[in-house]
């Protein structure tokens, strides 16, 4: 049985910005969580406000890329309304208490799977496609801006999996390619978890997870807060988010561009 203790009713974020201590272990056995309530109904009307006006200014550069999926990074620079989503501190120090060690933020995207795309985003993990050496396992906070259930395009985890390092990079769009880098993940249980707008799940860089395709008439959308270990360094592999900056192999992943704002 699921219990609150916070002031917000239905929330598992206590009232001092923390999570209950089985949600913490819960996390470090599967390689994710789902907390519930991260956002006030309030925030989540200002939240998707501002992503949405965000997206129709942004839609059609992002789909010539995408397709129908449309991936928007490093918002919190452009954008003052998801600006205060990404560096909440709050969050923050929700990551800081799974992950054990201290953060920084990687970057930031926003997520949109748009209306009747039957398409899913396939078995992957996230941290194959990152110039990161050094670190310990990074995690992200994927934030529902409205509801998602299945049939608009949730996710589904492979429990476990952040212990399975050393892949290469997947293919999002190809169903068997993880399984192909490792095929004993093939019959790893899978858990779907469905969010109500305002709830976040956690999960690690690592653990293997796909989305499925949206089947419905309102775009999923997501924004996705991406923190990483505090002492990571640069790989020297490209990478959009690091190649614009001059940075050297070895090179410490930290400054304005990777702030740390809860600290």
Not at 183 to 205: E, I, K, M, Y
Request: glycine content about 8%; overall charge negative.
């Amino acid at each position: 049985m699921e219990t609150s203790t916070s002031e917000q009713p239905g929330s598992d974020v206590h009232a001092d910005g923390q999570v209950p201590q089985e949600l913490v272990a819960a996390y470090r056995e599967h390689g994710f969580v789902r907390v519930r309530g991260v956002l006030t109904p309030d925030q989540i009307q200002r939240f998707r406000a501002g992503a949405e006006a965000f997206l129709a200014a942004h839609r059609a550069e992002s789909l010539e890329k995408q397709g129908v999926f449309s991936q928007l990074v490093n918002v919190w620079q452009h954008d003052e309304t998801l600006s205060e989503l990404t560096l909440d501190p709050r969050l923050g120090r929700i990551a800081e208490q799974l992950a054990g060690f201290p953060l920084r933020i990687w970057h930031d995207q926003l997520l949109v799977k748009e209306p009747h795309n039957n398409a899913a985003t396939e078995f992957h993990q996230d941290r194959p496609y990152w110039p990161h050496t050094g670190d310990r396992l990074p995690l992200s906070a994927w934030i529902a801006l409205v509801d998602v259930p299945p049939e608009r395009g949730c996710m589904t985890f492979l429990p476990g999996t952040q212990h399975r390092t050393g892949l290469r990079p997947q293919d999002l769009h190809d169903e068997d390619d993880l399984f192909a880098a490792d095929p004993s993940l093939r019959w790893t249980p899978r858990v779907t978890v469905p969010l109500r707008a305002g709830d976040c799940t956690f999960h690690s860089g690592y653990t293997g997870h796909m989305a499925l395709p949206n089947r419905t008439g309102q775009a999923r959308l997501a924004h996705v807060t991406i923190y990483m270990d505090e002492a990571t360094r640069h790989s020297g592999d490209a990478h959009p988010v690091t190649d614009p900056l001059g940075l050297a192999a070895g090179d410490r992943l930290d400054g304005p561009a990777f702030p740390r704002p809860w600290a």
